[in-house]
Structures are given as structure tokens and as C-alpha cells.
């Protein structure tokens, strides 16, 4: 009887040990999947914001170009003219407001637009940008210390004739750019955001008070890597975690930090008091197998309920695909960010919401995945609410075809329509005048390059006769509406395919591609010349001006600069002959501009 009973009980224990086993080892795996999708949205979202970041930083070298076109520097050292134009573009500036220097090309300075406040010529700091601009044509310093602002450094080479003669620097104030207020808008209090240079120092903080701070060592020496990662280190007694993405533009680095605890959330928590329920369920006997199997279950009940609670209120959209892309499982988010009813989207394909002109980008994006049992896709395309209305989403899309517990596509979804629109409205100030909402200098040059390429280009110089007295005696308000007034008769007058530009403070370029004829030219200056010798009315004053065109026919594959140049000169040798009056049309042809 006694070994009758030991065998029961042995058997009692094995079958709970394999019981245990077998929840342990399912448990496990439970949290291995959760822990992979919340690494990946992780590291999505801090490639997405890196990438922003790095757009940010392009952004900034794009403004710092465009005030050097907007200026003309002598590189002299201490020299006041220079000082003087330092100034005014640093005051024009969105970036640089705290201050602009000019450098030789040994990296000395040569002159500033503030006498002191300066950063240290000799700060370690300044490296990585003497080291980037010479090949990238651009360059990024450190943070610095400037007396008691921490600043950082952007600068370009100043070119003659092709080559660099010596740079231009535009400093900012770290803490007041528009990189920081973005990364202050991450601030939350489960974790902090930061952009960190080189060597560790922060330069954009969710917290203004880490500005200038140096991140933790063990996140410093991960900081050279290109890919997003994971960096687990002590700080204060606490266990830590970070995502890193770096290889941003400046290669800076993007760093996210919070504590393990809230990083592994409460699915995590609750895995280990599972393993440990089920740990004591060996040492029991067939009645607690009974009592402690029913709390397991009740348990299990409540995280699918607590998981399910997550999803509800998660911003992000997640849905299953079978092989042919219909929708096997959707978020209850899907109501949420969408609008469409919970599940009623199961059974649809999913290219039923995908925009038109993405669908095909999709297509062959999952034919691509399904190829790979393991691959992983990013992309970005525009999916319809139920609305109607077209909204940008971020996917990551993993294949699980060969994970039974999915079958499908894993693909998690993140609405970056705003993220998208700031990226766009970005782009358009920077190929757009302020003023006058045409084209800037930088936009026209890159039409007149592309149109070169395969047509000829009629180039128009417009300059404006008398616009410098209307200023002095009206003032730039008048003067500004002038502007925009004459860009408005302007734009009446070029056709569809015609390139309008201001690439100056009363200097207008027209592009006429595809004209070859020297009377059409005729026609289109003596036009130009007309609607801008017509009075101009500004509150209340009848104001008369005048323009000078110079004409310029490039052939198709010419020198686009050299096209812009001979158009130039072709007008100024219209607005200062003393044997043709101001106004009146350039022959024709094709003018060559003084070395």
C-alpha cells in the first residue's frame, strides 16, 4: 500500500512537473513575443523621432547656406563690414539668433557678430565639425560652453570660383532651438529625451535643466553606432534601460531613458508571480493541482483582460494579415484612430483602405516579406478613415507565417500625419521666398539645371528701376507690398510651364523652357516691362516704377550658372548704359558675364 501510494504521489508530482514545465515554458514564450512587439515599437518610434531630428539639423545647414547668399563677406579678420553683415543675417535668422562667425580655413576665427560670448577656439568640442565639413560641405560641432550658455556650431564653406576660401559658423543657443522645443514636447514622466553630441554632452533635452550634462558612461560608449539599440546600466541603485539611434546628420545620437520597472510594464511583472505559482504547485498534492489549476486560470483570464485593456487604449494600430493580405485580427485602436466599428474590418483586405497611389508600393512589399520567413518591412503610406479621409501611417510589418500562435503579417501601425505635414511645411519654406511665396534662388537653380538637361531655357533678369526711393520714402512696409504686388503682375504674365523666382531684394529670374525664338523673348520682356510701368496703388500713394530685363537664350545641356550670370549681365548692362535707356530689352543672344 505505502508503495502503492508513493507511486501515486510520484506520478501525482511528475504529471504536476510537467504540468509546471510546460506553463512555465508557454509563459515564457508569451513574454518573449511581448517583449519583442514593445522592443520594435520602441525602436520605431526612436528611429522616428531620429530621423526627424536628423531633418531638423538639415534644416538648420539649409537656413545657415541660404543667410550666406544673403550676404557678402570679405573674410578679414576683426573687419567691421563683415562684423556688421554677421549681424544682420544672425538677427534675420529663426536659427542663429546668438550669433554668426566667419573662420579661415585653418579654423581661426577671423570675425564676429558679438564681441564676446564666444566659445573657446580651442574646445575639443569643435572637432567633429572641422573634420565633417571638409568632405560633407557642411559640418556639426559639439555643445560648448560660451561663458554661461551652452551653444553648438553649424558651419559651410564660403566658396569662390569653386573652392573654398573659408567657412561661415552659426551658433546657437542649445537650449532655445527648435530641436530642444521638439524633444521638450517628448517629455513624459516615465522616462526623459535627449539628443546627445559625440562625446555624450546633451544639446536637446524633454528636461531643460539636463542641457550641457553629460549622459551616463555606459550609453556613452555605445554612441559611435549607426542601428538602434538597447543599453541596460545602474544609475542611482536603479536599474536603467535606453534606446540609442544613432548616425543622425550631425552624428549626434538620439537617447531615450526610463527604469527597467516601467520599461517591462505589468505583463512582465505578472509573468514572474506566474512562475512562481507554478513553481509551488510542485510540492503539492492532487488537491492543489485542482485548486491552484482554477487560479491559474482566473489569473490568465485577468492578464488577457488587463492585455486587451492595453490595446484599447494603445495610439498605435496593430492587425494580423493572412498570406493574401486580408485582415485576420485588428486592434480595438482601429475604432479609436479610424473610426471604423471594432472588427468590422476583419475579412477585408487591407488594401481596401490603403491609398491608390500606395498600393502598389504595398504589394510588392508584402510579396518581398512573405518571401522571407523571418523578414521585417518598414514603410510609409496613407490609409483611409472612415470618413474619407487620407491620414500617413508608419508600418512594421514582421512575417509570422511560421509562428503558430499568429499564422499571418504582424503589422504595427503609427499615425505620423503631423509629423509628416511639419516635414513638408519645412521643405516649402525652404525652397519658398517669405515674402512673396515664390520660388527662392535655391529652387529656381535646381529648375534650371533640370530643364538644361534636356531643352533650351529663355533666362529673364528682372530688376526693379526705382524701388531703392520708394523704401526711402514710404518706407519697407510700402516697399514689401510693392513687392508682392509685382510678383502678382509677374506671375499674370508666364505660362503654365514658366518658372517664376525673387533671388533678391528687387531682383526677379524668369524660366521660359523650350523657347528658342528671340520674338518670343521680345514679347514676354516688353510685357514684363509694361505691367511693371503701370502705377501701383499702396495705401493710398500712386507709386511708378520701372525694370530692366536682361535676356539670356541657354542651349539645351549649357551651363546652368553660367546661363544665370549672362542674364544678369545682359541686365546690367541695360540698367547702366548711358546710350540705352533703363527698361529697355537686351539684344538677344548670348552674353557673357565679366570674370
Same mark, same amino acid.
Given at each position: 500500500?505505502?508503495?502503492?501510494?508513493?507511486?501515486?504521489?510520484?506520478?501525482?508530482?511528475?504529471?504536476?512537473?510537467?504540468?509546471?514545465?510546460?506553463?512555465?515554458?508557454?509563459?515564457?514564450?508569451?513574454?518573449?513575443?511581448?517583449?519583442?512587439?514593445?522592443?520594435?515599437?520602441?525602436?520605431?518610434?526612436? +528611429?522616428?523621432?531620429?530621423?526627424?531630428?536628423?531633418? $531638423?539639423?538639415?534644416?538648420?545647414?539649409?537656413?545657415?547656406?541660404?543667410?550666406?547668399?544673403?550676404?557678402?563677406?570679405?573674410?578679414?579678420?576683426?573687419?567691421?563690414?563683415?562684423?556688421?553683415?554677421?549681424?544682420?543675417?544672425?538677427?534675420?535668422?529663426?536659427?542663429?539668433?546668438?550669433?554668426?562667425?566667419?573662420?579661415?580655413? !585653418?579654423?581661426?576665427?577671423?570675425?564676429?557678430?558679438? +564681441?564676446?560670448?564666444?566659445?573657446?577656439?580651442?574646445?575639443?568640442?569643435?572637432?567633429?565639425?572641422? !573634420?565633417?565639413?571638409?568632405?560633407?560641405?557642411?559640418?556639426?560641432?559639439?555643445?560648448?560652453?560660451?561663458?554661461?550658455?551652452?551653444?553648438?556650431?553649424?558651419?559651410?564653406?564660403?566658396?569662390?570660383?569653386?573652392?573654398?576660401?573659408?567657412?561661415?559658423?552659426?551658433?546657437?543657443?542649445?537650449?532655445?532651438?527648435?530641436?530642444?522645443?521638439?524633444?521638450?514636447?517628448?517629455?513624459?514622466?516615465?522616462?526623459?529625451?535627449?539628443?546627445?553630441?559625440?562625446?555624450?554632452?546633451?544639446?536637446?533635452?524633454?528636461?531643460?535643466?539636463?542641457?550641457?550634462?553629460?549622459?551616463?558612461?555606459?550609453?556613452?560608449?555605445?554612441?559611435?553606432?549607426?542601428?538602434?539599440?538597447?543599453?541596460?546600466?545602474?544609475?542611482?541603485?536603479?536599474?536603467?534601460?535606453?534606446?540609442?539611434?544613432?548616425?543622425?546628420?550631425?552624428?549626434?545620437?538620439?537617447?531615450?531613458?526610463?527604469?527597467?520597472?516601467?520599461?517591462?510594464?505589468?505583463?512582465?511583472?505578472?509573468?514572474?508571480?506566474?512562475?512562481?505559482?507554478?513553481?509551488?504547485?510542485?510540492?503539492?498534492?492532487?488537491?492543489?493541482?485542482?485548486?491552484?489549476?482554477?487560479?491559474?486560470?482566473?489569473?490568465?483570464?485577468?492578464?488577457?483582460?488587463?492585455?486587451?485593456?492595453?490595446?484599447?487604449?494603445?495610439?498605435? $494600430?496593430?492587425?494580423?494579415?493572412?498570406?493574401?493580405?486580408?485582415?485576420?485580427?485588428?486592434?480595438?485602436? +482601429?475604432?479609436?484612430? $479610424?473610426?471604423?466599428?471594432?472588427?468590422?474590418?476583419?475579412?477585408?483586405?487591407?488594401?481596401?483602405?490603403?491609398?491608390?497611389?500606395?498600393?502598389?508600393?504595398?504589394?510588392?512589399?508584402?510579396?518581398?516579406?512573405?518571401?522571407?520567413?523571418?523578414?521585417?518591412?518598414?514603410?510609409?503610406?496613407?490609409?483611409?478613415?472612415?470618413?474619407?479621409?487620407?491620414?500617413?501611417?508608419?508600418?512594421?510589418?514582421?512575417?509570422?507565417?511560421?509562428?503558430?500562435?499568429?499564422?499571418?503579417?504582424?503589422?504595427?501601425?503609427?499615425?505620423?500625419?503631423?509629423?509628416?505635414?511639419?516635414?513638408?511645411? $519645412?521643405?516649402?519654406?525652404?525652397?519658398?521666398?517669405?515674402?512673396?511665396?515664390?520660388?527662392?534662388?535655391?529652387?529656381?537653380?535646381?529648375?534650371?539645371?533640370?530643364?538644361?538637361?534636356?531643352?533650351?531655357?529663355?533666362?529673364?533678369?528682372?530688376?526693379?528701376?526705382?524701388?531703392?526711393?520708394?523704401?526711402?520714402?514710404?518706407?519697407?512696409?510700402?516697399?514689401?507690398?510693392?513687392?508682392?504686388?509685382?510678383?502678382?503682375?509677374?506671375?499674370?504674365?508666364?505660362?503654365?510651364?514658366?518658372?517664376?523666382?525673387?533671388?533678391?531684394?528687387?531682383?526677379?529670374?524668369?524660366?521660359?523652357?523650350?523657347?528658342?525664338?528671340?520674338?518670343?523673348? !521680345?514679347?514676354?520682356?516688353?510685357?514684363?516691362?509694361?505691367?511693371?510701368?503701370?502705377?501701383?496703388?499702396?495705401?493710398?500713394?500712386?507709386?511708378?516704377?520701372?525694370?530692366?530685363?536682361?535676356?539670356?537664350?541657354?542651349?539645351?545641356?549649357?551651363?546652368?550658372?553660367?546661363?544665370?550670370?549672362?542674364?544678369?549681365?545682359?541686365?546690367?548692362?541695360?540698367?547702366?548704359?548711358?546710350?540705352?535707356?533703363?527698361?529697355?530689352?537686351?539684344?538677344?543672344?548670348?552674353?557673357?558675364?565679366?570674370?
Amino acid at each position: 500500500m505505502r508503495l502503492r501510494n508513493w507511486i501515486a504521489v510520484l506520478i501525482s508530482v511528475l504529471l504536476l512537473a510537467g504540468a509546471g514545465v510546460v506553463g512555465i515554458l508557454v509563459n515564457r514564450s508569451t513574454v518573449e513575443a511581448v517583449e519583442t512587439v514593445h522592443q520594435n515599437d520602441t525602436t520605431a518610434l526612436g +528611429t522616428n523621432n531620429g530621423t526627424l531630428t536628423g531633418q $531638423l539639423q538639415k534644416n538648420s545647414v539649409r537656413e545657415l547656406t541660404l543667410l550666406l547668399g544673403q550676404i557678402a563677406v570679405r573674410l578679414a579678420a576683426d573687419d567691421a563690414k563683415d562684423g556688421a553683415s554677421l549681424a544682420v543675417a544672425a538677427k534675420k535668422s529663426t536659427t542663429f539668433q546668438y550669433g554668426m562667425i566667419t573662420a579661415d580655413l !585653418d579654423g581661426n576665427f577671423l570675425t564676429a557678430s558679438r +564681441t564676446g560670448g564666444l566659445p573657446a577656439q580651442d574646445d575639443p568640442a569643435w572637432a567633429p565639425l572641422w !573634420d565633417k565639413i571638409k568632405t560633407e560641405r557642411y559640418g556639426f560641432s559639439g555643445v560648448m560652453n560660451a561663458g554661461d550658455t551652452y551653444v553648438a556650431a553649424v558651419g559651410i564653406p564660403v566658396t569662390v570660383g569653386g573652392g573654398a576660401v573659408g567657412y561661415l559658423i552659426g551658433l546657437n543657443e542649445v537650449g532655445q532651438t527648435p530641436l530642444h522645443n521638439y524633444i521638450r514636447e517628448l517629455r513624459s514622466t516615465a522616462h526623459e529625451t535627449m539628443i546627445v553630441d559625440t562625446a555624450g554632452r546633451i544639446g536637446a533635452a524633454s528636461d531643460d535643466t539636463l542641457i550641457g550634462g553629460v549622459v551616463h558612461p555606459d550609453i556613452k560608449a555605445r554612441l559611435d553606432r549607426d542601428e538602434a539599440q538597447f543599453v541596460e546600466y545602474t544609475e542611482n541603485g536603479r536599474d536603467m534601460i535606453a534606446v540609442v539611434v544613432g548616425g543622425l546628420t550631425s552624428d549626434w545620437s538620439y537617447v531615450r531613458t526610463q527604469t527597467k520597472a516601467s520599461f517591462d510594464g505589468a505583463v512582465y511583472s505578472r509573468s514572474q508571480t506566474l512562475n512562481l505559482t507554478l513553481l509551488a504547485m510542485l510540492v503539492i498534492g492532487v488537491v492543489g493541482i485542482t485548486l491552484l489549476g482554477y487560479r491559474t486560470q482566473i489569473q490568465r483570464r485577468r492578464a488577457d483582460e488587463r492585455f486587451q485593456a492595453l490595446f484599447q487604449h494603445a495610439p498605435d $494600430l496593430v492587425s494580423v494579415l493572412d498570406g493574401t493580405g486580408r485582415i485576420v485580427f485588428s486592434s480595438p485602436s +482601429t475604432t479609436s484612430v $479610424l473610426g471604423f466599428a471594432a472588427g468590422s474590418r476583419t475579412g477585408h483586405s487591407v488594401f481596401e483602405v490603403v491609398h491608390p497611389e500606395d498600393q502598389q508600393q504595398m504589394r510588392e512589399g508584402l510579396t518581398t516579406l512573405l518571401s522571407d520567413p523571418s523578414g521585417v518591412l518598414r514603410l510609409q503610406c496613407r490609409v483611409r478613415t472612415a470618413d474619407g479621409e487620407y491620414r500617413w501611417f508608419d508600418f512594421t510589418a514582421s512575417n509570422q507565417m511560421q509562428n503558430a500562435a499568429l499564422s499571418g503579417v504582424v503589422i504595427n501601425a503609427r499615425d505620423i500625419s503631423e509629423n509628416r505635414a511639419f516635414q513638408e511645411r $519645412l521643405e516649402h519654406e525652404a525652397q519658398h521666398d517669405p515674402l512673396t511665396g515664390l520660388p527662392n534662388r535655391r529652387r529656381m537653380q535646381d529648375k534650371l539645371h533640370s530643364s538644361l538637361r534636356a531643352d533650351s531655357v529663355a533666362v529673364l533678369f528682372v530688376d526693379l528701376d526705382g524701388f531703392k526711393p520708394v523704401n526711402d520714402a514710404h518706407g519697407h512696409e510700402v516697399g514689401d507690398e510693392l513687392l508682392r504686388q509685382v510678383a502678382d503682375r509677374l506671375s499674370a504674365c508666364v505660362r503654365a510651364s514658366d518658372v517664376l523666382a525673387r533671388v533678391g531684394g528687387d531682383e526677379f529670374v524668369m524660366l521660359m523652357p523650350g523657347v528658342v525664338e528671340p520674338g518670343d523673348v !521680345d514679347a514676354m520682356s516688353n510685357r514684363v516691362r509694361y505691367v511693371l510701368g503701370l502705377p501701383f496703388r499702396i495705401d493710398g500713394h500712386e507709386i511708378q516704377i520701372g525694370a530692366s530685363v536682361g535676356v539670356h537664350l541657354a542651349p539645351a545641356a549649357g551651363d546652368p550658372d553660367e546661363a544665370l550670370r549672362a542674364a544678369d549681365h545682359a541686365m546690367y548692362e541695360i540698367k547702366h548704359s548711358r546710350r540705352v535707356p533703363a527698361g529697355t530689352v537686351a539684344r538677344v543672344g548670348r552674353h557673357r558675364a565679366p570674370d
